[in-house]
């Protein structure tokens, strides 16, 4: 069974850090592009950061260039996102999600596995 199981969030001060953690299992995660999308509250799921199958390609959205980094480790098939320098505005429901392409993709309907979220409460 495909699935995706985020880990991380939690609560932060503005200025803080957390580091979000997503382990695939039952896909070869190796072939995938995998994403990291954010929930606000009465908003629309919103890309946060994308990575190519192999590291060589990132996208990150520009409300988070010079704060967050998305890795990944195909030997433990997990990607994380390194969140620094948070903002309330960052605050919302952080998901994990799979692809099977060996191009990088940025649109959340392009993605077909889903975690089940993280939530990230950052205070002011």
Known sequence: QEQ????GGGL????GSLRLSCVAS????????MGW????????????????WNGD????????KGRFTISR???QNTVYLQMNSLKP???????????????IRVASTSYDL??????????S
């Open 4 to 7: 995706l199981v985020e880990s």
């Open 12 to 15: 932060a001060q503005a200025g």
């Open 26 to 33: 039952g896909r070869t995660f190796s072939s995938s592009c």
């Open 37 to 52: 999308f954010r929930q606000g509250l009465g908003k629309e799921r919103d890309t946060v950061a994308v990575i190519s």
């Open 57 to 64: 390609n990132i996208y990150y959205d520009d409300s988070v």
């Open 73 to 75: 480790d195909n030997s």
């Open 89 to 103: 505005e960052d605050t919302g429901v952080y998901y994990c999600a799979a692809v099977r392409t060996r191009n």
């Open 114 to 123: 889903w975690g089940q979220g993280t939530h990230v409460t950052v205070s």
